[in-house]
C-alpha cells in the first residue's frame, strides 16, 4: 500500500538529510497517510489524521515535527515537540521509527513511560530533549517533581487518541495540553476518530485540516477474514493444530491466565509458543516478544495488551482464540497482520453460544463474512490457515539467560552507573517494550487484562543516545531508584497508583 510513485519525500517537502536517512533505512516513497498529511503539518496547521493500523502514521507525524523544531535546541527539561500515546510499546516504537531521521537534523528524542526508573528519565531530561515521546501518567509524575516543563512546547501530537479516550486518558491528556502554550500546533492521529475524541479536536485543534486515508474498518485489500464455528470440545485441538503451521501468528485470548494456560497446553502439543501480557514481568515480556520477533518461537499467545503499537513484520495469521467484545478490538488485533501491504489472514473461533454476538460485532467492523463449521482434521482448516498436526512431543518452556559478571569497565555499586553493550542490542531489547498505562484498569486488573501489569524496576528509560542501565549495573540502578542512602522518590506507575521504588522493589521480588 504506497502512494504514487511520481511522489517522493523530497516531492512533500523534507530536507535532503531527513530524505538521504529515509533512504538509508530502506525507506524511499511515502504511503497515501503520509503523502497526504506531511505538507499541511510542515506548513504548521493543525491536522487530524486517520488511517488503518500499519498505515504509516507514526513518521505522518513524526517527520513534520523533527523538520519544525531543527535548528534550535531545546532547554535542560523544556522539550519543544511532545508525542502523548496511550502505551509503553508504542511509545518504544515510535522511538525508534523517529531515531535517526531526529541524529539526521541533529535532534534528541527519548521516551518517557511508567514501568521504569523515574530518576533516568528525569536525568535525561535534565540533559535536554528536543522531541519527547510520553505516556500521560508518567509525564504527569516528572513535571510534578519538577523534571519537565511544557511552556516550550512548540508542537503536540496525539497517536492512537481515542485508545487513550478508551482507556480513561482524557482528564491527564487535558490537563497536560492546557500546560503547552495555546499557540502551539497540533497533530492528532488515530486508526479511528469518534467518540471522546472529539472533545479533544473542539478543545485544542484550531480549524484542523482533515485527511482519512481509510475507513474505520477491516476493509484491507491483502487482508482476508474467516470465522470459524467450532464446538466447545473441539476448541483446544483445533487450536493446536493451527499453532502448529508454519510462521509467525499471535493467538489472542481475553484473561491473562487464559493466555498463559493456553501457551503451556500449545507447547505440551509439541509447538513453541509463548504468553504476553501485562501481568508478565519486564524482562520477561521483552524476552518472550524478541524470540517471536525472531522465529525462534513462532507463536505468540497474547492479550489485548498486544493489540496496539507492537510491528512485528511477517505476521501471516492472526487468531481470536476469544473473540473481542468490541469491533473497535477487532480491528486493532487484526491489524497486526497485512501491515504495510503485506498479506495475512484473520481467523475468529466461535463457539455456539457466541455466534449472534460476533456475527454483529464483525458486521459493525466491516467485515461481511459467513462462518463455517470445523472439526480438528477439516481440510478446510488447512486451507484457511494451514493448520497440521502437531509433533506431539513437549517443548519446554522458556528460561530467563543467566546472568552474566560486570565488566571491569563498570563499577557496582556508584549511582548512575550504565551497561557498556552496544547500541543495536540496547535497541533490539528497547523495541519489544510494551505495557498499558490506564488509570482505568486498577481494579480489574487481576481479573483480566484491564490491568497495567507488574512493574519491575528491571526495566531502563529509553533514549535517542541509548542511555540504558545494564542488567551488570544492576546494584547501581537499586541505588539510583532509591536504595537504602538514596533519596525515595514517589511516582505513578501505569495504572495510576502512587508508589515508592522501594515499595516497587518488594513487589517485584
Not at 339 to 347: H, M, N, Y
Request: aromatic share 2%; hydrophobic share 40%; glycine share 10%.
Amino acid at each position: 500500500m504506497t502512494s504514487s510513485p511520481t511522489v517522493t519525500f523530497a516531492d512533500l517537502g523534507l530536507p535532503v538529510p531527513l530524505v538521504q536517512a529515509l533512504r538509508n533505512a530502506g525507506i524511499d516513497a511515502p504511503f497515501p497517510i503520509q503523502a497526504a498529511t506531511v505538507p499541511d503539518a510542515l506548513a504548521g496547521k493543525d491536522v487530524l489524521g486517520r488511517g488503518p493500523t500499519g498505515s504509516g502514521k507514526t513518521l505522518a507525524f513524526g517527520l513534520p515535527m523533527l523538520v519544525r523544531l531543527a535548528g534550535n535546541p531545546a532547554k535542560p527539561r523544556r522539550p519543544r515537540g511532545l508525542v502523548l500515546v496511550p502505551t509503553r510499546e508504542l511509545a518504544t516504537q515510535i522511538e525508534r521509527a523517529l531515531d535517526e531521521p531526529a541524529l539526521a537534523l541533529g535532534l534528541r528524542v527519548a521516551s518517557v513511560v511508567g514501568g521504569a526508573p523515574i530518576k533516568r528519565q528525569a536525568d535525561r531530561l535534565a540533559r535536554g530533549v528536543d522531541l519527547l515521546i510520553a505516556t500521560p501518567g508518567r509525564l504527569q509524575d516528572l513535571i510534578l517533581q519538577g523534571s519537565a516543563d511544557l511552556s516550550d512546547v512548540r508542537i503536540t501530537a496525539l497517536d492512537e487518541a481515542d485508545h487513550m479516550a478508551d482507556m480513561g486518558f482524557l482528564p491527564q491528556v487535558v490537563k497536560l495540553l492546557d500546560r503547552t502554550p495555546k499557540d502551539g500546533q497540533r497533530l492528532l492521529f488515530s486508526a479511528t476518530l469518534d467518540g471522546e475524541v472529539d472533545k479533544l479536536v473542539k478543545r485544542y485543534l484550531r480549524s484542523p485540516v482533515t485527511h482519512s486515508t481509510a475507513p474505520p474498518s477491516a476493509s484491507v485489500s491483502t487482508m482476508t477474514h474467516h470465522l470459524l464455528f467450532v464446538r466447545k470440545a473441539d476448541k483446544r485441538a483445533v487450536l493446536e493444530r493451527i499453532a502448529a503451521r508454519d510462521g509467525l501468528t499471535i493467538l489472542f485470548v481475553r484473561t491473562k491466565h487464559g493466555a498463559d494456560r493456553l501457551a503451556k497446553q500449545l507447547r505440551a502439543s509439541g509447538v513453541a509458543a509463548g504468553a504476553l501480557h501485562g501481568g508478565k514481568a519486564q524482562n520477561n515480556r521483552t524476552r518472550t516478544l524478541a524470540a517471536f520477533a525472531d522465529g525462534s518461537v513462532p507463536v505468540l499467545v497474547t492479550t489485548d495488551v498486544a493489540a496496539r503499537g507492537i510491528h512485528v513484520d511477517g505476521i501471516s495469521l492472526v487468531v481470536h482464540a476469544d473473540p473481542p467484545a468490541e469491533s473497535k478490538a477487532y480491528l486493532h488485533r487484526a491489524g497486526r497482520t497485512a501491515r504495510a501491504g503485506e498479506d495475512g489472514v484473520v481467523v475468529t473461533l466461535v463457539t455456539e453460544d457466541e455466534r449472534a454476538d460476533v456475527e454483529k460485532m464483525t458486521r459493525k467492523a466491516g467485515v461481511d463474512i459467513s462462518g463455517v463449521d470445523i472439526r480438528p482434521g477439516d481440510p478446510r482448516l488447512a486451507a484457511i490457515t494451514g493448520a497440521r498436526e502437531p509433533s506431539g512431543v513437549a517443548v519446554p518452556a522458556p528460561t530467563a539467560p543467566a546472568p552474566t559478571a560486570p565488566s571491569r569497565t563498570q563499577t557496582p555499586g556508584r549511582s548512575g552507573g550504565r551497561g557498556r553493550g552496544p547500541r543495536s542490542a540496547q535497541r533490539a531489547a528497547e523495541s519489544t517494550r510494551h505495557a498499558t498505562d490506564s488509570p482505568r484498569r486498577r481494579e480489574s486488573g487481576r481479573r483480566t487484562e484491564g490491568a497495567a501489569g507488574t512493574r519491575t524496576r528491571s526495566e531502563t528509560a529509553t533514549s535517542r543516545d541509548g542511555a540504558h542501565a545494564a542488567s551488570p549495573a544492576r546494584r547501581s540502578a537499586r541505588r539510583a531508584e532509591g536504595a537504602p542512602g538514596a533519596s525515595r522518590v514517589a511516582s505513578r506507575d501505569g495504572g495510576g497508583r502512587r508508589h515508592t521504588a522501594s515499595a516497587s522493589r518488594r513487589r517485584a521480588s
